[in-house]
């Protein structure tokens, strides 16, 4: 009988998507075959990806829990995870798609890779090895790291390098994000992006902060924001909360693989002043209708 996929991942049934992710990467570079020679460390690692393959999607997961190993046998029928046309899935982190001729080998095989020219190579940056599904494909390329600021990762840059004595210059194409892998010539490069103090990048969306006063959240204001895109003007509407978010469309990094860009999400930041003079403090009573209670201020 096959192993319970929660017991495989050492997680329980209730498990966040995020709890299984972090179980799957400790797990798959612990037994991992270019990383761990011992004997069982293939079959732990094939067990460890079969049962992040299904726990880590929210449909194959409901499946899983209501009708168990079953739903996933490729010899039970034609059902969605049997045999014949197109079937999919992850392995880690990346996901597959193929389609076959009613159960024989693969006709045609499709890989979301995240923008990587060669989406055999994607396991090397995971894993630190070679592909897990072996062929002539699963082949070693030199691999080289470079850190690149936040502004030059979203807007794209070229930089000169150096490597291996020979000096060449890399277009780096808008929209990469750190992890990002891009192949040039004969070489790999993983790039590293520097983080950056007014922005917070999810993806294609940024994340920032606007300061606000109370008069003005109260009041309402015209505030100027800084996106990735230069400054831009925004209306903040009267008897705005804390915290309130406010979406500019449009106004995130460019897509790496097509076009588009995402949104820029500001986040509504209230100040509270420390320091009040007698004259705003008396002003705050009489607007609260505490003037003549007892207040501690």
């Known amino acids: 009988m096959a192993k319970d996929y929660y017991q495989s991942l050492g997680v329980t049934k209730s498990a966040s998507a995020d709890e299984i992710k972090k179980a799957y990467r400790k797990l798959a570079l612990q037994y991992h075959p270019d990383r761990n020679k011992s004997k069982e460390a293939d079959g732990k690692f094939k067990e460890v990806t079969k049962a992040y393959e299904v726990l880590s999607d929210a449909g194959k997961k409901q499946t899983y829990d209501q009708y168990g190993h079953s739903a996933f046998d490729p010899s039970a029928g034609s059902g969605p995870f049997g045999q014949g046309g197109q079937q999919g899935g992850r392995y880690g982190p990346f996901t597959y798609s193929y389609t076959t001729n009613g159960g024989g080998p693969a006709e045609g095989f499709d890989f979301d890779s995240g923008g990587f020219s060669d989406p055999f190579d994607i396991f090397e940056q995971f894993f630190g090895g070679a592909n897990p599904f072996g062929g002539a494909q699963a082949r070693r390329r030199q691999t080289y790291s470079l850190t690149i600021d936040f502004k030059d990762a979203v807007h794209g840059a070229e930089k000169k390098v150096t490597i291996g004595g020979k000096t060449q210059n890399i277009k780096i194409p808008a929209g990469v994000d750190n992890g990002s892998r891009m192949r040039f010539g004969d070489f790999d490069v993983v790039?590293?992006?520097?983080?950056?103090?007014?922005?917070?990048?999810?993806?294609?969306?940024?994340?920032?902060?606007?300061?606000?006063?109370?008069?003005?959240?109260?009041?309402?204001?015209?505030?100027?924001?800084?996106?990735?895109?230069?400054?831009l003007k925004i209306r903040i509407p009267s008897g705005t909360q804390p915290n309130t978010v406010i979406r500019l469309g449009g106004k995130g990094?460019?897509?790496?693989?097509?076009?588009?860009h995402g949104d820029h999400y500001v986040r509504i930041k209230l100040v509270v002043p420390k320091n009040l003079t007698s004259r705003q403090k008396e002003l705050l009573r009489e607007f609260e209708g505490t003037k003549n209670k007892k207040t501690w201020f």
């Open 253 to 260: 990094v460019p897509n790496l693989r097509g076009s588009g």
């Open 191 to 231: 790039f590293e992006v520097k983080g950056n103090p007014k922005f917070k990048r999810e993806g294609n969306d940024i994340i920032s902060e606007q300061e606000l006063s109370f008069a003005d959240a109260a009041l309402g204001i015209e505030a100027e924001v800084e996106t990735i895109h230069g400054k």
